[in-house]
């Protein structure tokens, strides 16, 4: 039988840790990428369309030009792929998350001008279907096999990477404590080697490096007394206010800990008239009320942060840090480690 899009991608659950020693059975770690996911086929035959299928089953062939263009000269025909786009901004020096948001939005009259400028990349790591015949009921190590013999046999290189994977766990907690200060890279994939691919399945695990971190309160949800989520930011080089984010819902201990020290903002404050997103990328606003900027929060975050200082994922409130001022506090900008005492 041979795939059509749209395929539904096998997905993954999130997990904070690697599981312990005695409860992995065979399994495989790849380099977690942060970028879109993606599911790329070859045409049947020579003449036919090369197409390029999101994660919810839009077809973007159209604005990846560059990638479809390498297909046809460097892949067989009636071919698959698993696998995550990733762009490359050459004026930063590095892959950018917002180049591939602009990528992913273009028009096709624009696609191209802007495949010259910040150009794709797949970094695959699964093989759905070789020669027109659909792999999906054959374990893991037998596609990734597969997979392997493709990439020395056509000899392919970029735009085309093959994910990194080991089955050693020393490996994977190197990657995960090292490899994550990689442009790109945030964390693991755990998948088991007999595991047969599973659409719309969440089969995998998916680890995120956290780190460690202050950012100032500026705003919360919900009230002075009950606060819910934390608006977080902190100052950028002129002592600008900038926010970085918000953090997932308080519970109930938390909430009552920020309540004690929160104090309503003056008519001053920086944010004063702002809004406020719901989430990174969304159009929805929150319902803020604005607190003294004076309280520094320890917090949690992974390492999706967009080029901004912004983070796209809420971050974690682990308690108050009375012991720090909010000029002590890291910079906007600088990154999701620990820069204050």
């Not at 007999?194 to 695990?205: C, D, E, F, K, V």
């Not at 903002?265 to 809004?275: I, L, V, Y």
Request: proline letters at 7%; a neutral charge; hydrophobic letters at 40%.
């Amino acid at each position: 039988m041979t795939l059509r899009p749209p395929v539904e991608p096998m997905l993954a659950q999130a997990a904070e840790t690697i599981p312990p020693t005695g409860m992995l059975r065979e399994v495989a770690y790849e380099q977690k990428l942060d970028g879109h996911r993606g599911l790329l086929f070859t045409p049947p035959a020579p003449g036919e369309q090369v197409l390029v299928q999101t994660r919810r089953g839009s077809l973007i062939q159209d604005r990846f030009p560059d990638l479809v263009a390498a297909a046809i000269e460097q892949l067989p025909h009636g071919l698959v792929l698993d696998g995550e786009l990733l762009v490359w901004d050459p004026e930063e020096g590095r892959l950018s998350f917002e180049a591939l948001q602009r990528r992913a939005a273009a028009r096709a009259c624009g696609a191209s001008a802007l495949a010259a400028r910040t150009p794709a990349y797949f970094i695959v790591f699964d093989l759905l279907q070789a020669d027109g015949a659909e792999l999906l009921t054959l374990p893991y190590r037998e596609r990734r096999r597969r997979l392997e013999v493709l990439f020395a046999a056509r000899g392919l290189s970029a735009p085309w990477t093959l994910c990194p994977m080991t089955t050693d766990l020393a490996k994977a907690k190197e990657w995960l404590e090292s490899w994550t200060d990689v442009s790109g890279v945030e964390g693991i994939l755990i998948k088991s080697m007999n595991q047969r691919y599973l659409p719309n399945h969440r089969g995998w695990t998916k680890i995120r490096r956290r780190d460690t971190t202050e950012a100032i309160i500026g705003g919360i949800t919900g009230t002075l007394n009950r606060p819910q989520l934390l608006i977080l930011g902190r100052h950028d080089d002129t002592g600008r206010l900038r926010t970085v984010g918000r953090t997932t819902p308080l519970r109930p201990d938390q909430a009552r800990q920020v309540a004690e020290r929160l104090t309503a903002a003056s008519p001053d404050h920086p944010w004063t008239g702002a809004r406020f997103s719901a989430a990174w990328g969304s159009r929805d606003d929150l319902d803020v009320v604005l607190v003294d900027p004076g309280l520094v929060a320890e917090i949690s975050a992974d390492t999706a942060v967009d080029h901004g200082g912004v983070h796209r994922h809420p971050l974690r409130f682990r308690r108050l840090r009375l012991d720090v001022t909010a000029q002590d506090a890291p910079l906007f900008g600088t990154g999701p480690h620990r820069a204050a005492g």
